[in-house]
């Protein structure tokens, strides 16, 4: 399959992979899981408050890529990993940015595969 055959789906699970290796390398106790198509897990759901529970109404129609959070001496922060198979506009930076907004991440990644 050549790159330009490539569908972006196709890099969520490899990229899913790295990026729990990159913060487990920094110490990190990571879980991510592949959201694109706005399904996300209970075990990710148990992180998010009761009250911000509302986001999950913005995320019926649209949502990030890979979606996950990160823990350390008993805290939790989210991360979004937002995907692009084409060059970077303006607007992808911006979908990363209103999905970090929405689950308050600490680290958002907008990753482009050329």
Request: cysteine-free; aromatic content about 18%.
């Amino acid at each position: 399959m050549s790159n330009m055959e490539t569908k972006e789906k196709d890099y969520y699970p490899i990229i899913q992979r790295t990026f729990v290796e990159l913060f487990e390398s920094k110490g990190l106790r990571a879980y991510f899981e592949i959201t694109a198509d706005k399904k996300f897990s209970n075990k990710l759901k148990s992180k998010i408050s009761d009250y911000r529970h509302i986001i999950f109404y913005f995320l019926k129609d649209v949502a990030p890529d890979i979606t996950g959070y990160i823990e350390k001496d008993g805290f939790t922060d989210f991360v979004i990993i937002e995907i692009k198979n084409e060059q970077i506009k303006l607007d992808h930076v911006y979908q990363a940015r209103k999905y970090a907004d929405l689950f308050e991440a600490k680290f958002a990644f907008l990753v482009y595969k050329k």
